[in-house]
């Protein structure tokens, strides 16, 4: 049972920088891909970015060359480092842990481009 806690999130001017964080307990989480994942109002939840255990990564289009995805082993955390951030980009953003058949999710952080 892995449990999944974010932090960060808040209000950003377009343009600006912003880093989520995502804290992992229950177990160690270093096995899983981990995974970021947002939300806007009306629209599906979306994949942001992934790592595999490996430290492979992948980008949502929309983000590529803007957000980087990493992760720390050791204080079973993973990170989202946004920057040149876009009034689109506003949404709840979610951190997912998954392994073969496990999925587990955090409650979500807002982070708001206002401009």
């Known amino acids: 049972q892995v449990q999944l806690v974010e932090s960060g999130g808040g209000l950003v001017q377009p343009g600006g920088s912003l880093r989520l964080s995502c804290a992992a307990s229950g177990s160690s989480a270093s096995s899983y891909t981990m995974g970021w994942y947002h939300q806007a109002p009306g629209k599906e939840r979306e994949l942001v970015a992934i790592?595999?255990?490996?430290?492979?990564?992948n980008y949502a289009d929309s983000v590529k060359g803007r957000f980087t995805i990493s992760r720390d082993n050791a204080k079973n955390t993973v990170s989202l480092q946004m920057s040149s951030l876009k009034p689109e980009d506003t949404a709840v953003y979610f951190c997912?842990?998954?392994?073969?058949?496990?999925?587990?999710w955090g409650q979500g952080t807002q982070v708001t481009v206002s401009s």
């Open positions: 790592i595999t255990s490996g430290g492979t990564t």
């Open positions: 997912n842990a998954a392994l073969k058949y496990r999925v587990y």
